[in-house]
């Protein structure tokens, strides 16, 4: 697995998502978050784009810890 800039792989931000799941509110489906992907179009580039649900969970901890950008806390 290849490191980010942080000294992250991806395998190893997976240890601490091992028992999240994703739920959704208008359906009873729960996916494991490390099985999940979200595949979107990119609004700046216009191409589909994929990214693991772990990693989506990796850039928000960061995001809200170092306080780089307004992270919506939504509970």
């Known amino acids: 697995m290849s490191e980010d800039i942080l ?3 991806s395998h190893d931000w ?3 998502t091992h028992d999240a799941v994703v739920v959704s509110d208008d359906r009873p489906d729960i996916l494991r978050v490390n099985d999940s992907r979200v595949i979107f179009i990119n609004p700046k580039t216009l191409k589909e784009e ?3 649900v ?3 969970i990796r850039v928000f901890v960061n995001n809200r ?3 780089k950008r307004s992270v919506k806390w939504v509970r």
Do not use: F
Request: no cysteine.
């Open 54 to 56: 772990s990693r989506l």
């Open 7 to 9: 000294g992250y792989s």
């Open 14 to 16: 997976q240890k601490h």
């Open 65 to 67: 810890d170092d306080l």
């Open 50 to 52: 994929s990214v693991d």
